[in-house]
């Protein structure tokens, strides 16, 4: 590909504007937009998320639409979210936390305050509200139309077609046709979700939006240019937002005149469809196509966010990644078919269902989080689970409490499984990963993925099973991804994906040797062995601090193995457990606990780390880090009672770091939880507090 390639951004709305404004700015200046120009939107922008990038991506968008020249592209008016319960009032108590965490200026406020903020509230329904300040409208047609004319001035071109097809030979994109004619592009990003014939995971909704008759409490509060004076309002109860637009509202999803009593005689004088963006997730979509080279998609994105996503977007196409972690957005966090829903099931699912489980979803695969008989005697076949929270919790406890004091098994057949063969797999996993794999078959090795500035991709289990043959776990469908990408062209290397036909059991406890006395118990081996007459790959590592195996089969066996293993006395256990587990042994999750952001000197996992050894990626920025150079570090706490992520942390009543996962330590008897803090709050023992829900949690670093 040239130095600066040729990129053709379909859509040429606000999204599609601001990448070619960023790409250009970066120096990649052959550029066309092609798509329709018009951009309506009520234009809300809140920043606080649960989610760190999204907020950040808002972040952006408010810094640079503030600054672009003309009319005012946005407008700080702040917003208003406001309680009517308390439960609602809890959440926005949980949100304040979250602004705390990101750093968003944000206030809880009284029902006078909130009255105060927005005199067209009702105070004596309203229970409180959380108050931003620098949240706003935004205009996202002159924002559109600044960044078009940036963008036009330092090269880019804006074609105002219809896309008609996609070019592609060879598995690479090589144009885009349009009625007027034929773009030739070595990259093409998609920005309007409109024209593909590729699987996209798409979830729009739509809601309606009224814009009333002037009303007279707003007469002469605004003009035509300013539009706005009062905080954007939401009520997430009703799904209710209000917006000023000069002497009218707009309102969106409902009309709730009980809490704005001036709706109560407005006129609406017209009524539009709203169309928003979605996922099975609730995030946008950002990548590479894995089935088209140079085809890249930027979907489901919100206006408040179009800035911060095209900023990351153009840095990872011209640095070759972004800054920020995207594991969130990322288009591979996605599995084929589509959905929030589990359509998967392992081999073990109706034995399971006999035991009372209760089932989540991950990577659409039912998974279960706990059981109702952790002895493993079934219900029956119509008995349910106990509902109760502290029934709830004393299941839980009694599976952690199995896992320590005996043995039990947990499903792990949702967690992504490949086969990688050929006579290039060593020098390609060694490329890939941290630590040296070069040792004898029949060894197993944790080690990690890096990107090229050194920061944590994520964590690998790797099996060596022959000289040319290995098995290799991960957390996350990103992790393959990012290993296809990079295979080398020469065929010297095969990569399959094992996790639709195979299914996989961690059986751990003191008593586990009991079970499977002819297995190895030497750490980190890996047999193919059998138990009785199932073949299985059995890996001798554990998630939760107590020895066992992860024994792998074929999905043809997954029900035999569960029932030997059951027939041998083994008790089970749910992930709500096994996060239980986990958080009191000390073992950290890659895209919860650290990131692309953090290295594996701050995230505590530089022991996968074998400089020595030769190349790897990331190696070289890498160099001259160590645990003792860090600035801040992911810190294991204890806390007075269970806290959450995304919980603020205060040392000295100041805000330092962020929870990043939290849970209670069922057999150690505490609350724990896992925090990014600057390294000198994070020596052991440190006093420190915890934001949740408004209190402060008192706690200390373990």
């Not at 805000?655 to 724990?672: L, R």
């Amino acid at each position: 590909m040239a130095a600066r390639p040729r990129v053709v951004v379909v859509g040429a709305r606000l999204l599609g504007c601001a990448l070619a404004d960023e790409l250009t700015e970066r120096g990649w200046t052959d550029v066309t937009v092609i798509g329709d120009a018009a951009d309506d939107h009520p234009g809300l922008v809140f920043r606080t998320h649960a989610d760190r990038t999204l907020t950040a991506f808002a972040k952006y968008t408010v810094e640079k639409y503030s600054g672009l020249d003309g009319q005012w592209c946005f407008n700080p008016v702040g917003s208003l979210e406001v309680a009517t319960s308390p439960k609602r009032l809890d959440d926005l108590k949980q949100r304040h936390g979250w602004a705390t965490s990101w750093g968003v200026r944000g206030y809880l406020r009284t029902p006078q305050e909130c009255a105060d903020l927005h005199p067209l509230l009702d105070e004596a329904r309203v229970l409180g509200g959380f108050h931003v300040p620098g949240d706003g409208l935004l205009h996202a047609g002159r924002a559109a139309e600044a960044q078009a004319r940036r963008a036009k001035g330092r090269g880019a071109r804006f074609a105002a077609e219809e896309v008609t097809a996609i070019e592609r030979s060879g598995g690479r994109v090589t144009g885009v046709v349009t009625a007027a004619g034929r773009f030739r592009a070595d990259i093409v990003v998609s920005c309007d979700g409109r024209l593909m014939d590729l699987d996209v995971p798409r979830m729009p909704s739509t809601h309606e939006y009224a814009l009333t008759a002037p009303l007279p409490e707003l007469a002469g509060h605004n003009d035509e240019h300013v539009q706005a004076g009062h905080p954007v309002l939401r009520h997430l109860d009703t799904g209710m937002y209000v917006r000023e637009h000069v002497d009218r509202l707009g309102v969106g999803v409902t009309l709730a005149a009980d809490l704005l009593p001036a709706l109560r005689d407005a006129v609406v004088e017209t009524t539009t469809t709203v169309a928003l963006p979605g996922t099975p997730d609730g995030r946008p979509l950002l990548g590479e196509h894995p089935a088209l080279d140079g085809f890249w998609v930027a979907e489901a994105v919100r206006p408040e966010h179009s800035a911060g996503v095209a900023r990351e977007l153009a840095r990872w196409l011209v640095d070759g990644q972004p800054s920020l972690a995207l594991h969130g957005c990322d288009l591979a966090r996605f599995a084929a078919p589509f959905t929030a829903e589990p359509v998967r099931a392992s081999p073990f699912h109706e034995r399971q269902i006999a035991l009372g489980a209760h089932f989540g979803s991950a990577a659409g695969w039912a998974r279960p989080e706990r059981y109702c008989d952790n002895r493993g005697f079934a219900p029956g076949p119509g008995a349910s689970p106990p509902e109760p929270p502290k029934a709830v919790l004393a299941q839980i406890a009694a599976e952690a409490a199995v896992t320590r004091e005996r043995v039990a098994m947990f499903d792990l057949t949702s967690e992504p499984r490949l086969a990688v063969t050929g006579p290039g797999a060593l020098p390609f996993l060694q490329a890939m990963t941290t630590s040296d794999l070069a040792k004898a078959p029949g060894t197993a090795t944790s080690t990690l993925l890096l990107g090229e500035d050194g920061g944590v991709r994520g964590c690998l289990t790797v099996a060596r099973l022959g000289d040319d043959r290995f098995h290799v776990g991960a957390g996350r469908r990103l992790d393959f991804d990012w290993l296809r990408r990079h295979l080398p062209r020469d065929g010297t290397v095969q990569i399959h994906e094992t996790t639709p036909g195979t299914c996989c059991l961690g059986l751990w406890g003191p008593l586990a040797h009991e079970v499977l006395p002819g297995l190895s118990t030497a750490d980190l081996s890996a047999e193919e062995t059998s138990i009785g007459d199932v073949p299985v790959v059995a890996l001798r590592l554990s998630t939760v601090g107590e020895p066992g195996w992860e024994l792998h089969t074929t999905a043809d066996f997954g029900r035999r193995l569960w029932d030997t293993l059951r027939d041998r006395g083994v008790g089970v256990a749910g992930h709500q457990a096994l996060t239980s587990l986990r958080l009191e042994a000390g073992v950290r999750t890659p895209g919860v606990d650290f990131t692309t952001e953090h290295d594996p000197y701050e995230a505590g996992l530089g022991s996968a780390v074998r400089l020595d050894k030769g190349y790897f990626l990331g190696r070289d920025a890498l160099a001259g880090r160590s645990a003792a150079t860090v600035s801040r570090r992911l810190s294991r706490l204890t806390t007075g009672s269970v806290v959450e992520s995304g919980d603020p942390v205060y040392v000295d009543g100041r805000p330092a770091g962020y929870v990043t996962s939290a849970g209670y330590g069922h057999t150690a008897g505490k609350a724990v939880a896992y925090a990014w803090l600057p390294v000198e709050y994070g020596r052991s023992g440190t006093p420190l507090q915890v934001g949740h829900f408004g209190t402060r949690v008192p706690g200390r670093v373990a």
